[in-house]
Structures are given as structure tokens and as C-alpha cells.
């Protein structure tokens, strides 16, 4: 092997050069006629335009015991219109090369729509008819229903996405919306029909109370008569302020086994709720939490990955759940990755010996440099496409930030230093109230875990 | 030095351009210029995949890209990750069956640093690799293969599909993960003999593609890599032909733990950069890509028999690529209600051939896939090297989209004809078992999760 070493010129590592400037797209936000908000932004180059529109119909607007109808009705978007059969509505997005997503989630439903651009009149001319006159029809609202009760039990089996379903279960209120399923359980779902979808729809879904956010390649589009031709006839009624509930959630810490006799690997789901991006911590958290987990060569994969080989990857992430310009919001602040089975209580251990060390000592100023030259560095990668823009416009709107957010955060992670990553990190993941939900076999780990004394350890089945 | 190629869009290319070049040590280099961001994307494509492993050694590939992330000569433990991460860039490497790729994305005013990087693992890896970091990766690996494929439910249909479709001793016949026994057995000389004999200069393609000087970078990759030895001694892959249909069809009933009843097939299609294969896309495109396919249209929408149905593709160079059909049931719908609907459509297609509006649709979907591939400069890196390595020509990545586009109706109906056959596909049906009944009958709970993908790769 030293014959690999001796035949090659080595040199030294090379220093960067001249950085070039890049900034967050600042969009240009208007209003429409019939209310509806727009904000657009010309991205050169990028042929593929993106499309984010969000409707503010939170799921804790759904009606008791119909949890599931906003995803249904979000659903139902594209399964035909006024003009359109679904069938139909499918083969023209597909005709323009089209994408198209729709979901409801706590903030509102979002509807993404990416298309070349050379089609767009076709594709938003489609997004409209959605949005304006959805069919709603009795044969395909009973295909979503039961095409929805059909998926719940494969994301039953799939441990990553158990194991997050029963963390929001143990962390909110049993009252709270954010304590179920954001598409519904089996028995509200079952309780959907299109007349609980229509009249979700009438109550909540108007362009006073929408916000559509265009990003691509603008420059040979005109833009504001494409938008009256299309979202432009979309009308209803005013919108009106609405009153959101503070998020609070119980973290003492606690352990809830989710039994799958058999398992190979018990995946780990380690969480609690904090600071949203109103908070001033925000850009310190975002810094610590990626110190901690962001990557491979974090703290916790540099033990858990790096030096113990116990999981192919754990991540520590801080994910806005639900915001109000007030203040009142919060995010999920979650570790996660699965381990192999006779390793769980060795890891978990490992784990937590992780956040007591880094509250003890703190970061170093060598990781809080690293971090921020990453976090601030990828930006125009990370931002490189319209979708991603787009994504991060409409995500701020949903979230009531202003639409220079992201730009200011990148100022602010900048200016953040270890002293105040370190308080947020410790802030954000105390050992002692952390809600730890483990999906795995009971019969292997149970005993171990236990003994680790987390906090009171229950077994469900899985 | 250019060899004929110039900076000049060729005709379907979208107005992209790349240039190709030769060190003398062998190492092929694509330029490609492209300044509407300050990023620069890295792609270093190794022209070694599963394929070229021997019996008892399946992983080994993928076990050792992950090494390369372990250090070398003047690169210390993590460092590469941590040079990358902290420059800003963002870095990964996958295994396919034909190949292995490592892949930085930098702002552009890093990019020397990339370079550096990669060259210091292709000259002096072994410097590095020790008993420490074999025995490190190797559990990541295991710990990889148990979180995508054993422990969600379906996770192995696809290698028990390609097992099927490409017969024991055929190179393709497991998968980039390997067995557990054989990521066990590998040991730290089949690592370093592994590197010995394909990671050389001259088994390799190196695409830079982004807000770059063409002629700097050229004299960057020359200070780098030019002195690295060149090698030869390279085994040829074993053959990967097939005979183009299977002329039987093989079938294995799974009984597992999983959430409902499913049916896949494997079908052996033509071998990609073929105008057969681009048919043959398009063909799958029509018949399960997407909401508005013959089989969504037929299962999901009209007989509401599946929860969701479709076909994938897996291209393949060195041997015959693979359709994938997955169908997963709706409630308590039994799997030769969902079978004969499925023939029935592949024999209506094979007879009748795609509409014209179902031609326009799917040539628009695949033109907007290579759009997006090709519209971020990793994408186009990675394409660029594709078609490098495994082609001989990467400016074919640039009109690739101009091929499908050529295709005719009679040529997918073709194709169908010939391929979408019963006796042309292996066919896994999946049924449920409850816990107590799974233990019974094979001792093991062996979930899983259906993934199209072959690649594996280094970082989670």
C-alpha cells in the first residue's frame, strides 16, 4: 500500500477563492381582484415553474369525529371539475407534463403544481378549475374515502411513520387536533362524505383566504394576464380572522414502546416542542440542533454512525408544526433513526450521555463555525431549483412570516454565536423531558431500556 | 485536451453544451458550463458496480464506497465529509449494479477543494483504510440494509425480483446491499484488493458542471489527478446477456407479515441507450406511470380492485433492464382478481398500441423528468457521466430527451408486443400473515419496504 502513497504528487489543500454573491429571492407580492394573494419571482433558467398555492384551512377547522375531510377534500382537488371528468382532469395535467400535489396538514392545505413553462397557461388553467369549481363527486369522494382507509394500515407498518404517529399522541392534549393523525383514523375517515367535504370546502376554501406563490423562468410569460384568465375568475367570500389555539404539549420525559415482536431494528422517535421561527432563538436553534444531528459528523452520529456503528443515521430536527404571527406557535423538535435490536439500550444510553456532555460543556467554537459555513454556504444549492424556492415562500405564508424570512435567517445564523447555539440546543433537547417513543420488540428491549431510568416505560402493541 | 468536441449545442440538447477531454493517465474529464447560480457540481462515476462482485463477496461495492468516506492520505477520519460540509457543499456517494458515484455540490468558489479531495482518495486511499473503519462500516452497512429493506414491510421484493429475472451466476443476479453472510465475510485485504483493481484513473469519469472557468478547472483536475498512476487488470464484468424474453414465467408466493395482499412482476426489456428502451419507457409510462395510466385508470379509478398500481423502470446497460410492475390490493381483493385485469390490459396495449393523446402524454412526463434532471448541475453532472461511462458518449445525456420524443406509436406497441408478456416476467404475490403465523413458517419477520431504487449510498 505504500506504493499508492510514494507514486503520486500530493499538495496542499487549497484555499477557497472569491466568494460570489447570492440571496435569498426576494418575491414580489400582490393581490388580485377576487382577494387572492400572489407572490412571484423570476428565477433565469429555471424551465420547470413551480406552482405553491395555500389554502388557510387548518385541520383543526375539520368538524369533530371527520377528522381526515381536509385531506379529502384536498384530494378531491383533482379528481374532476366543472369541465373535467377526474379521468380527464388527470390526462390533461399529465398532457402538460405536469406534477401535482395536494395535502392538508396543521397550517392550511397546499396544493404544488411544477410544470415546463411553456405550459403553464394550460396547467394553471387546470390549478383554477380545481380550485373554483371541484366536482366533488359522490362515486369519487367513496373511491378517496376508501383508497385512504386502504393506506392506513401500510403507514401502521411502517415503523418510522408509527413511531411518529404515537409521539404526537403521548405529547399533546388528548382535546388537541395535533395529538390524531393528520389524515384521519380509520373510523373518522370512514365518516367522510361528500357532503361533509363540500361543506368544508364552502367554509373555508375562497381566494380572500389563499395565497399562490409562482417561481421559475418568467421572463417570456405575462404573467399578470395569465393570472386574470385563470386563478382571476376564482371567486367568494371575504375572509375572516381566526383565533388559533396555543400549542402545548406534556414533555415529562416518558418512554412508550411500541411492540413488533420480531423486529430487527427498533426505530427511535425522541421528541418534544419548542421555539417556532417568530422566536429569536430560532436561528441559534437551527445551529445547535445541526451541531447535534444535522449531519454524520454530528455529535450524535459521530458516536452512534462513526464510532459505534449502532445505525446507518440519526438526525436531530427542529420542524415548525403550527405559527401565528402572535407568537403562540411551536415547533417539533425531534431526534430520530432506528438501531438494531440488541443495540437499542446501548444506543439510547450512548444517546443521552450525547445531551448531558453538550449541556455540560457546550459546543466548540470549531463546530459552531463549521455549522454556520454549511447552513449559510448550501443556500444557493439547496435553492438552486423553482420548486425549492416556491416551497419555502408558500411555507413562510402558511407560517405568517414576512417574505424576507429566509433572507434575514441567513444575516442572523451569521451573527449567531456558540454561546447562544449552545443555549438553544440545551434548551431545546433537556435529558429530562424528552418523550421517547421505541418501535420495536418489547420481549428484547424492554428490560434494558428500562433500567437506563428515562422515565416511566409503557408497552403498546404495535 | 478537447477531443472534437466543442462548445456548440448540438441540435436537441436544450442549448446545453459539454466538452470532453483526456488526461494522460487516462482519467476522462466532462466540462460543462452553466452560470445562472455560483455552484459548482463534482461527479466522479467509477466504472464498478455490483455486477463486477464475485460469489460469496455480494456488498463488497457498496461496503466500499462507504470506506472511501473513512479517510486517506492527506484527508483525516471524517474529513472529507467535514472539508465538504464546511465549505458549504453538500456530498453523498451511491452503488448501483453498474456503477459507483461520489458527488460534491459546492458554491462555486470551492470547487479546487472538491478536486482535491477526490484526487487525494483516488491516489492514496489505502494509506488510510484500516481494520478500524472495515469493521465500523461494515455494521453501518448492516444497519443499512436492516432499515431499508428488512425492517419495512415488502422492503425485499425488489432483490427477490431481480433474483428472479436474472438467473443464479448472472451478474445482476443480487442487488448493490449484498446478503448479510457476505457483508460478514469481507474482509479488509477483499477491500484493498477491490480498490487495486478498479479504482484507477483510467476506470473512471470525472464531470464538472456548473459556474466554472473551463480552462482553470482543466488545469486544477491536471495538478490534482495527472500524477495518480494509471492501471490496467481490470477483469471484464461477467457477460450480462440474456436471451431477450425469459420464455417462461417464473413465480414465488411470499407469505409475510405485510399490510395487504400485493402482485409485482419483473419484466426483461430491452438494454438502455436502445430506441427499443425508450419505447419501452414510454410503453410502461402509458400503461402505469402516473394517475392517468391504463392500469391507475383500470385498478385504482374504475374496478377500485388496488390502493395503488404502476410500473417502474430500471435502465440497464450490461444486461436486460427491468419493468416493474407494483400492485398493491384494496381491502380483501384477491391477487387473480388483480392478475387477470393486468393481462388483459398488457394484451390490449400489445394489440391495439398507445392513442395518440396517450403518446403525447407520456413523452411530455419523461421531457419533464430529463428536464428537471438535467436543470440542476449535479443532475447534469451525474447524467453527463452516465452516458460516459457506460455509453462512451456523455453528449448523448444532453439529446436524450430528443430520442424519446422520436419514438413512434408502432415502435411502443412493438415492444409491448414482444415484452409485457406472461412467459417475459417473474411474479411475487405477497401474502399476509398475522405475527404468530409469520414465525411459524420461516422463523423471521423479514418486513419490508418497497423500494425502486438500487442504489445505496453512503450517508443517510
Same mark, same amino acid.
Given at each position: 500500500?505504500?506504493?499508492?502513497?510514494?507514486?503520486?504528487?500530493?499538495?496542499?489543500?487549497?484555499?477557497?477563492?472569491?466568494?460570489k454573491?447570492w440571496a435569498f429571492p426576494?418575491?414580489?407580492?400582490?393581490?388580485?381582484?377576487? %382577494?387572492?394573494?400572489?407572490?412571484?419571482c423570476h428565477r433565469p433558467g429555471q424551465q420547470v415553474v413551480a406552482v405553491e398555492?395555500?389554502?388557510?384551512?387548518?385541520?383543526?377547522?375539520?368538524?369533530?369525529?371527520?377528522?381526515? /375531510?381536509?385531506?379529502?377534500?384536498?384530494?378531491?382537488?383533482?379528481?374532476?371539475?366543472?369541465?373535467?371528468?377526474?379521468?380527464?382532469?388527470?390526462?390533461?395535467?399529465?398532457?402538460?407534463g405536469a406534477t401535482?400535489d395536494?395535502?392538508?396538514?396543521?397550517?392550511?392545505?397546499?396544493?404544488s403544481l411544477e410544470v415546463p413553462v411553456s405550459?403553464?397557461?394550460?396547467?394553471? $388553467?387546470?390549478?383554477?378549475?380545481?380550485?373554483?369549481?371541484?366536482?366533488?363527486?359522490?362515486?369519487?369522494?367513496?373511491?378517496?374515502?376508501?383508497?385512504?382507509?386502504?393506506?392506513?394500515?401500510?403507514?401502521?407498518?411502517?415503523?418510522?411513520?408509527? $413511531?411518529?404517529?404515537?409521539?404526537?399522541?403521548?405529547?399533546?392534549?388528548?382535546?388537541?387536533?395535533?395529538?390524531?393523525?393528520?389524515? %384521519?383514523?380509520?373510523?373518522?375517515?370512514?365518516?367522510?362524505?361528500?357532503?361533509?367535504?363540500?361543506?368544508?370546502?364552502?367554509?373555508?376554501?375562497?381566494?380572500?383566504?389563499?395565497?399562490? =406563490?409562482?417561481v421559475g423562468d418568467l421572463a417570456?410569460?405575462?404573467?399578470? &394576464?395569465?393570472?386574470?384568465?385563470?386563478?382571476?375568475?376564482?371567486?367568494?367570500?371575504?375572509?375572516?380572522?381566526?383565533?388559533?389555539?396555543?400549542?402545548?404539549?406534556?414533555?415529562?420525559?416518558?418512554?412508550?414502546?411500541?411492540?413488533?415482536?420480531?423486529?430487527?431494528?427498533?426505530?427511535?422517535?425522541?421528541?418534544?416542542?419548542?421555539?417556532?421561527?417568530?422566536?429569536?432563538?430560532?436561528?441559534?436553534?437551527?445551529?445547535?440542533?445541526?451541531?447535534?444531528?444535522?449531519?454524520?459528523?454530528?455529535?450524535?452520529?459521530?458516536?452512534?454512525?462513526?464510532?459505534?456503528?449502532?445505525?446507518?443515521? /440519526?438526525?436531530?430536527?427542529?420542524?415548525?408544526?403550527?405559527?401565528?404571527?402572535?407568537?403562540?406557535?411551536?415547533?417539533?423538535? +425531534?431526534?430520530?433513526?432506528?438501531?438494531?435490536?440488541? @443495540?437499542? &439500550?446501548?444506543?439510547?444510553?450512548?444517546?443521552?450521555?450525547?445531551?448531558?456532555?453538550?449541556?455540560?460543556?457546550?459546543?466548540?467554537?470549531?463546530?459552531?463555525?463549521?455549522?454556520?459555513?454549511n447552513l449559510v454556504g448550501v443556500a444557493p444549492l439547496k435553492f438552486e431549483t423553482a420548486a425549492a424556492v416556491a416551497s419555502t415562500l408558500?411555507?413562510?405564508?402558511?407560517?405568517?412570516?414576512?417574505?424576507?424570512?429566509q433572507?434575514?435567517?441567513?444575516?442572523?445564523?451569521?451573527?449567531?454565536?456558540?454561546?447562544?447555539?449552545?443555549?438553544?440546543?440545551?434548551?431545546?433537547?433537556?435529558?429530562?423531558?424528552?418523550?421517547?417513543?421505541?418501535?420495536?420488540?418489547?420481549?428484547?428491549?424492554?428490560?434494558?431500556?428500562?433500567?437506563?431510568?428515562?422515565?416511566?416505560?409503557?408497552?403498546?402493541?404495535? | 485536451?478537447?477531443?472534437?468536441?466543442?462548445a456548440?449545442a448540438?441540435?436537441?440538447s436544450g442549448g446545453l453544451t459539454a466538452t470532453?477531454?483526456?488526461?494522460?493517465?487516462?482519467?476522462?474529464?466532462i466540462l460543462s458550463e452553466d452560470h445562472l447560480t455560483p455552484v459548482a457540481a463534482v461527479c466522479l462515476w467509477?466504472?464498478?458496480?455490483?455486477?463486477?462482485?464475485?460469489?460469496?463477496?455480494?456488498?463488497? &461495492?457498496?461496503?466500499?464506497?462507504?470506506?472511501?468516506?473513512?479517510?486517506?492520505?492527506?484527508?483525516?477520519?471524517?474529513?472529507?465529509?467535514?472539508?465538504v460540509q464546511?465549505a458549504g457543499g453538500s456530498l453523498n456517494g451511491t452503488?448501483s449494479?453498474?456503477r459507483?458515484n461520489y458527488f460534491e455540490t459546492m458554491p462555486a468558489h470551492q470547487l479546487?477543494?472538491a478536486l482535491?479531495?477526490e484526487?487525494?482518495?483516488?491516489?492514496?486511499?489505502?494509506?488510510?483504510?484500516?481494520?478500524?473503519?472495515?469493521? @465500523?462500516?461494515?455494521?453501518? /452497512?448492516? @444497519?443499512?440494509?436492516?432499515?431499508?429493506?428488512?425492517?419495512?414491510?415488502?422492503?425485499?421484493?425488489?432483490?427477490?425480483?431481480?433474483?428472479?429475472?436474472?438467473?443464479?451466476?448472472?451478474?445482476?443476479?443480487?442487488?448493490?446491499?449484498?446478503?448479510?453472510?457476505?457483508?460478514?465475510? !469481507?474482509?479488509?485485504?477483499? !477491500?484493498?484488493?477491490?480498490?487495486?483493481?478498479?479504482?484507477?484513473?483510467?476506470? &473512471?469519469v470525472l464531470s464538472v458542471v456548473g459556474d466554472i472557468?473551463p480552462?482553470?478547472t482543466?488545469?486544477? =483536475?491536471?495538478?490534482?489527478?495527472?500524477?495518480?498512476?494509471?492501471?490496467?487488470?481490470?477483469?471484464?464484468?461477467?457477460?450480462?446477456?440474456?436471451?431477450?424474453?425469459?420464455?417462461?414465467?417464473?413465480?414465488?408466493?411470499?407469505?409475510?407479515?405485510?399490510?395487504?395482499?400485493?402482485?409485482?412482476?419483473?419484466?426483461?426489456?430491452?438494454?438502455?441507450?436502445?430506441? !427499443?428502451?425508450?419505447?419501452?419507457?414510454?410503453?410502461?409510462?402509458?400503461?402505469?406511470?402516473?394517475?392517468?395510466?391504463?392500469?391507475?385508470?383500470?385498478? =385504482?379509478?374504475?374496478?377500485?380492485?388496488?390502493?395503488?398500481?404502476?410500473?417502474?423502470?430500471?435502465r440497464? $446497460?450490461?444486461?436486460?433492464?427491468?419493468?416493474?410492475?407494483?400492485?398493491?390490493?384494496?381491502?380483501? /381483493?384477491?391477487?387473480?382478481?388483480?392478475?387477470?385485469?393486468?393481462?388483459?390490459?398488457?394484451?390490449?396495449?400489445?394489440?391495439?398500441?398507445?392513442?395518440?393523446?396517450?403518446?403525447?402524454?407520456?413523452?411530455?412526463q419523461l421531457e419533464r423528468e430529463w428536464l428537471d434532471r438535467l436543470g440542476t448541475v449535479a443532475g447534469r453532472a451525474d447524467s453527463l457521466c452516465r452516458y460516459a461511462v457506460?455509453?462512451?458518449?456523455p453528449q448523448r445525456a444532453l439529446t436524450a430527451v430528443q430520442?424519446i420524443?422520436?419514438? +413512434?406509436?408502432?415502435?411502443?406497441?412493438?415492444?409491448?408486443?414482444?415484452?409485457?408478456?406472461?412467459?417475459?416476467? $417473474?411474479?411475487?404475490?405477497?401474502?399476509?400473515?398475522?405475527?404468530?403465523?409469520?414465525?411459524?413458517?420461516?422463523?423471521?419477520?423479514?418486513?419490508?419496504?418497497?423500494?425502486?431504487e438500487?442504489d445505496?449510498e453512503a450517508g443517510?
Amino acid at each position: 500500500m505504500t506504493e499508492q502513497l510514494a507514486s503520486m504528487d500530493f499538495h496542499p489543500r487549497p484555499q477557497a477563492g472569491e466568494p460570489k454573491p447570492w440571496a435569498f429571492p426576494a418575491p414580489e407580492r400582490g393581490v388580485l381582484p377576487n %382577494g387572492l394573494t400572489v407572490l412571484r419571482c423570476h428565477r433565469p433558467g429555471q424551465q420547470v415553474v413551480a406552482v405553491e398555492v395555500h389554502l388557510d384551512a387548518p385541520l383543526d377547522a375539520e368538524p369533530a369525529g371527520l377528522d381526515g /375531510v381536509a385531506t379529502i377534500m384536498a384530494r378531491a382537488f383533482s379528481e374532476g371539475t366543472d369541465k373535467h371528468s377526474a379521468e380527464e382532469f388527470a390526462a390533461e395535467l399529465e398532457r402538460c407534463g405536469a406534477t401535482w400535489d395536494a395535502h392538508a396538514d396543521h397550517p392550511g392545505v397546499r396544493v404544488s403544481l411544477e410544470v415546463p413553462v411553456s405550459r403553464l397557461p394550460k396547467a394553471l $388553467a387546470l390549478l383554477a378549475d380545481a380550485l373554483r369549481a371541484p366536482a366533488f363527486e359522490d362515486s369519487e369522494i367513496e373511491r378517496l374515502v376508501r383508497n385512504r382507509l386502504d393506506e392506513i394500515p401500510h403507514e401502521t407498518a411502517n415503523p418510522a411513520i408509527r $413511531a411518529a404517529k404515537e409521539l404526537s399522541k403521548h405529547l399533546f392534549p388528548a382535546g388537541s387536533r395535533l395529538s390524531r393523525p393528520r389524515q %384521519g383514523s380509520e373510523e373518522t375517515v370512514a365518516a367522510v362524505e361528500t357532503g361533509a367535504v363540500r361543506a368544508f370546502y364552502e367554509k373555508h376554501v375562497r381566494p380572500a383566504a389563499a395565497t399562490a =406563490v409562482v417561481v421559475g423562468d418568467l421572463a417570456g410569460t405575462d404573467l399578470d &394576464a395569465l393570472l386574470a384568465d385563470t386563478l382571476g375568475g376564482w371567486t367568494g367570500g371575504t375572509a375572516s380572522p381566526r383565533t388559533v389555539q396555543p400549542v402545548t404539549a406534556d414533555d415529562t420525559g416518558r418512554v412508550v414502546i411500541v411492540d413488533r415482536p420480531g423486529a430487527v431494528q427498533t426505530q427511535l422517535r425522541i421528541g418534544r416542542i419548542g421555539p417556532d421561527k417568530h422566536d429569536r432563538a430560532w436561528a441559534a436553534q437551527v445551529l445547535g440542533t445541526y451541531c447535534l444531528g444535522g449531519t454524520l459528523t454530528s455529535r450524535l452520529d459521530r458516536v452512534l454512525r462513526e464510532e459505534k456503528g449502532y445505525t446507518y443515521g /440519526v438526525r436531530a430536527y427542529a420542524q415548525p408544526l403550527l405559527s401565528t404571527r402572535e407568537g403562540t406557535g411551536a415547533a417539533m423538535l +425531534s431526534i430520530s433513526g432506528s438501531v438494531d435490536t440488541p @443495540n437499542t &439500550a446501548p444506543a439510547l444510553e450512548d444517546l443521552w450521555k450525547v445531551l448531558r456532555t453538550l449541556a455540560a460543556e457546550g459546543l466548540t467554537d470549531a463546530e459552531r463555525d463549521t455549522a454556520v459555513q454549511n447552513l449559510v454556504g448550501v443556500a444557493p444549492l439547496k435553492f438552486e431549483t423553482a420548486a425549492a424556492v416556491a416551497s419555502t415562500l408558500a411555507d413562510q405564508v402558511e407560517q405568517q412570516l414576512p417574505d424576507d424570512f429566509q433572507a434575514q435567517l441567513y444575516r442572523q445564523l451569521v451573527e449567531t454565536g456558540t454561546v447562544e447555539a449552545t443555549a438553544a440546543v440545551v434548551s431545546a433537547f433537556p435529558a429530562d423531558r424528552l418523550v421517547t417513543i421505541l418501535v420495536g420488540d418489547a420481549a428484547q428491549i424492554e428490560e434494558p431500556v428500562r433500567a437506563l431510568g428515562l422515565g416511566e416505560v409503557t408497552v403498546v402493541k404495535g | 485536451m478537447p477531443m472534437g468536441h466543442t462548445a456548440t449545442a448540438e441540435a436537441g440538447s436544450g442549448g446545453l453544451t459539454a466538452t470532453e477531454h483526456r488526461l494522460a493517465n487516462g482519467l476522462r474529464v466532462i466540462l460543462s458550463e452553466d452560470h445562472l447560480t455560483p455552484v459548482a457540481a463534482v461527479c466522479l462515476w467509477y466504472d464498478v458496480g455490483s455486477r463486477h462482485e464475485v460469489k460469496g463477496r455480494t456488498g463488497l &461495492a457498496h461496503l466500499f464506497e462507504h470506506l472511501m468516506f473513512q479517510g486517506s492520505g492527506q484527508v483525516k477520519g471524517n474529513g472529507h465529509f467535514e472539508l465538504v460540509q464546511g465549505a458549504g457543499g453538500s456530498l453523498n456517494g451511491t452503488t448501483s449494479f453498474e456503477r459507483t458515484n461520489y458527488f460534491e455540490t459546492m458554491p462555486a468558489h470551492q470547487l479546487e477543494l472538491a478536486l482535491w479531495l477526490e484526487a487525494d482518495r483516488m491516489g492514496s486511499l489505502l494509506t488510510a483504510l484500516d481494520d478500524e473503519s472495515m469493521e @465500523n462500516q461494515r455494521d453501518v /452497512v448492516k @444497519n443499512e440494509r436492516r432499515q431499508r429493506y428488512d425492517n419495512v414491510p415488502y422492503g425485499t421484493a425488489f432483490e427477490k425480483l431481480t433474483a428472479l429475472v436474472y438467473p443464479e451466476g448472472h451478474p445482476y443476479h443480487h442487488t448493490p446491499i449484498g446478503s448479510m453472510d457476505d457483508l460478514d465475510a !469481507a474482509t479488509l485485504d477483499d !477491500a484493498r484488493a477491490f480498490f487495486r483493481t478498479y479504482y484507477a484513473p483510467n476506470n &473512471a469519469v470525472l464531470s464538472v458542471v456548473g459556474d466554472i472557468d473551463p480552462e482553470q478547472t482543466l488545469a486544477w =483536475v491536471e495538478k490534482y489527478f495527472g500524477t495518480i498512476p494509471a492501471h490496467d487488470g481490470k477483469p471484464a464484468p461477467r457477460d450480462g446477456a440474456l436471451p431477450d424474453v425469459m420464455g417462461q414465467q417464473v413465480r414465488e408466493v411470499v407469505e409475510e407479515e405485510v399490510p395487504a395482499r400485493a402482485l409485482m412482476a419483473a419484466y426483461r426489456l430491452p438494454q438502455d441507450d436502445t430506441r !427499443a428502451c425508450d419505447a419501452a419507457d414510454i410503453a410502461l409510462t402509458v400503461l402505469g406511470g402516473g394517475e392517468s395510466s391504463r392500469l391507475y385508470n383500470r385498478l =385504482v379509478r374504475r374496478d377500485r380492485t388496488a390502493v395503488a398500481a404502476g410500473f417502474g423502470m430500471l435502465r440497464l $446497460a450490461g444486461a436486460p433492464s427491468l419493468g416493474w410492475l407494483d400492485v398493491k390490493t384494496s381491502g380483501d /381483493v384477491e391477487v387473480p382478481v388483480i392478475e387477470a385485469a393486468v393481462d388483459e390490459e398488457l394484451a390490449r396495449f400489445a394489440e391495439e398500441g398507445p392513442s395518440e393523446e396517450e403518446m403525447e402524454r407520456a413523452q411530455a412526463q419523461l421531457e419533464r423528468e430529463w428536464l428537471d434532471r438535467l436543470g440542476t448541475v449535479a443532475g447534469r453532472a451525474d447524467s453527463l457521466c452516465r452516458y460516459a461511462v457506460l455509453f462512451g458518449d456523455p453528449q448523448r445525456a444532453l439529446t436524450a430527451v430528443q430520442r424519446i420524443l422520436e419514438v +413512434s406509436a408502432e415502435e411502443v406497441r412493438e415492444v409491448a408486443r414482444q415484452r409485457l408478456r406472461p412467459d417475459n416476467r $417473474a411474479v411475487l404475490v405477497y401474502e399476509p400473515t398475522t405475527p404468530a403465523e409469520a414465525a411459524e413458517a420461516d422463523g423471521e419477520s423479514a418486513e419490508s419496504h418497497q423500494s425502486h431504487e438500487s442504489d445505496e449510498e453512503a450517508g443517510a
